[in-house]
């Protein structure tokens, strides 16, 4: 029986300014052993492609970074490992895409018109697909390039490569509106998106910490080195995660759901630690763990009648804050 490969190659930078020999190619692979050097030859060629990709959107997201002003060709060279005749070609490429960059003899890599806002948006879609796992949603790529503009692409780039080698990096961070943390040193772990925001998972004076992506007005690389957090650990930290906080606390709750939510619940998983225990009535208990009780009250509250907290006390505490905190609204 034999089964087909087919790879289609789209360019980081615009859909259709591939090359022609990358536009799209199918291999029919027989399962035979003769044919077994042709399987790794595609996957080589698509790990070379993947890699080329990000190179190249990180080339532009470097000399958009006011932190990398004035890199020449045998800098970029040596970041990324490769002979500057690469770098030339990288160059090329994104010339081809309707990136105006070019090397300048004094200089250094310059761009002599940025990126429309529309291109750093598809650039971030595409350049996240590369470095992180799962899907992303539109509206969080929207928000974040809406606010910072070129920036955006710029801080992300710096922020990822700080985490593929290990380096500190120096944020300024927007707390609340007109209120500004500068030179903030972190250890940057992962860029995800959750609850229609970019976010920044670091280790932050030992502790896990995030931050929003929108709020790193400007992010630049420390001279410092880290230690890495394991990738098991990391994992931990989302596994109680309900929504988009992330520490390293753990709660366990109990929750009782009425029918009517029972039915809605059932099919769906908010977390991997939940149980179900179907109750008289058509109800259900619910029990999980999580990491934030602030969290999982808000969540509480939204869902109205039919949700009750039957532990632990200090969450249905919160819940009851909440709800006469918006009881107050309508006095």
């Known amino acids: 029986m034999g089964f087909l490969v087919f790879i289609k190659s789209n360019s980081p930078l615009?859909?259709?300014?591939?090359?022609?020999?990358?536009?799209?190619?199918?291999?029919?692979?027989?399962?035979?052993?003769?044919?077994?050097?042709?399987?790794?030859?595609?996957?080589?060629?698509?790990?070379?492609?993947?890699?080329?990709?990000?190179?190249?959107?990180?080339?532009?997201?470097?000399?958009?970074?006011?932190?990398?002003?004035?890199?020449?060709?045998?800098?970029?060279?040596?970041?990324?490992?490769?002979?500057?005749?690469?770098?030339?070609?990288?160059?090329?490429?994104?010339?081809?895409?309707?990136?105006?960059?070019?090397?300048?003899?004094?200089?250094?890599?310059?761009?002599?018109?940025?990126?429309?806002?529309?291109?750093?948006?598809?650039?971030?879609?595409?350049?996240?697909?590369?470095?992180?796992?799962?899907?992303?949603?539109?509206?969080?790529?929207?928000?974040?390039?809406?606010?910072?503009?070129?920036?955006a692409l710029a801080n992300m780039v710096v922020l990822q490569t700080c985490i593929d080698s290990n380096t500190m990096a120096v944020i300024d961070y927007e707390k609340d509106a007109d209120i500004y943390e500068r030179s903030l040193e972190i250890s940057p772990l992962l860029i995800f998106q959750a609850d229609n925001y970019w976010r920044l998972l670091t280790l932050n004076e030992g502790r896990i910490k995030q931050f929003l992506m929108n709020k790193i007005i400007h992010a630049k690389p420390s001279p410092r080195t880290f230690k890495p957090v394991a990738k098991d650990k990391i994992e931990d930290l989302f596994k109680h995660s309900f929504r988009s906080w992330i520490g390293e606390d753990t709660y366990n709750i109990k929750l009782s759901f009425s029918s009517y939510w029972a039915d809605r619940l059932k099919p769906k998983q908010l977390l991997d630690s939940e149980t179900f225990r179907t109750l008289p009535g058509g109800s259900i208990e619910y029990t999980a763990t999580v990491n934030s009780l602030d969290e999982i009250a808000g969540w509480i509250v939204t869902r109205g009648e039919g949700v009750l907290v039957i532990e632990p006390p200090e969450l249905k505490e919160k819940v009851i804050s909440l709800a006469k905190g918006v009881l107050k609204n309508y006095k």
């Open 14 to 151: 615009e859909r259709g300014d591939t090359p022609n020999a990358c536009r799209g190619v199918s291999f029919i692979v027989l399962n035979s052993p003769l044919f077994y050097p042709k399987i790794a030859f595609i996957l080589r060629f698509m790990l070379d492609f993947r890699i080329k990709f990000k190179r190249q959107i990180e080339i532009l997201g470097l000399c958009l970074s006011k932190s990398y002003e004035g890199l020449t060709l045998s800098d970029l060279a040596e970041k990324f490992g490769v002979e500057e005749l690469t770098i030339k070609r990288d160059l090329n490429d994104l010339r081809a895409s309707g990136i105006s960059i070019h090397s300048q003899k004094g200089f250094g890599v310059v761009l002599d018109k940025k990126p429309s806002a529309e291109k750093i948006r598809e650039l971030i879609k595409q350049y996240s697909a590369l470095i992180t796992t799962g899907s992303f949603i539109d509206k969080s790529t929207a928000l974040l390039v809406t606010r910072l503009k070129e920036e």
